[in-house]
């Protein structure tokens, strides 16, 4: 692997990790040259998928925009790089379940969404509002609240399980 900081062709590998429940292996190297250190990720290549987007046009689905999209909604949030590769990576792996050439942008965004959830109520409504236009405030408050109904539902059944 070249050393993306001084360009040196000779790296090591000094810790490889698989990240949980994905296929995505995690790769710590050393530069054997001017000894920086950086973390590349090993994923598998699968055909290229199309994604629909709301005009109807065609783009190949691009990894880095997906990143970009989930980043910008993570900004300042406690959430590890680590987390971000695991969403993308089993939003590569619903879809390529699913579908084999082509898929709806719309369900891409609700995939993340459903990941953000999870993960983070902040990152989750700052994608939201992106993925909805959200346009008023009116609307932004709505899905606030949407969002507030269901972290109490869920809330409630994690607390009825540990009864």
Do not use: W
């Not at 046009?57 to 971000?84: D, H, M, Q, Y």
């Not at 409504?125 to 269901?150: G, P």
Request: aromatic share 8%.
């Amino acid at each position: 692997m070249k050393c993306p900081f001084c360009g040196y062709y000779d790296t090591k590998v000094v810790d490889t990790r698989s990240i949980k429940n994905a296929s995505v292996i995690r790769r710590r190297r050393v530069c054997e040259s001017c000894k920086h250190k950086f973390t590349t990720y090993e994923r598998v290549e699968e055909p290229p998928l199309m994604v629909i987007k709301s005009d109807k046009r065609r783009e190949p689905f691009n990894i880095n925009k997906l990143r970009e999209g989930i980043l910008r909604a993570i900004e300042k949030r406690p959430i590890s790089s680590e987390e971000v590769e695991k969403i993308i990576s089993e939003v590569q792996q619903e879809l390529s379940k699913k579908f084999v050439l082509e898929v709806t942008s719309s369900l891409i965004g609700k995939l993340v969404l459903e990941k953000l959830f999870e993960i983070d109520p902040v990152a989750y409504v700052r994608f939201a509002s992106v993925y909805y236009h959200y346009d008023s405030i009116e609307k932004f408050l709505t899905e606030l609240k949407k969002l507030k109904k269901n972290l109490s539902k869920k809330h409630n059944r994690k607390n009825k399980k540990n009864e």
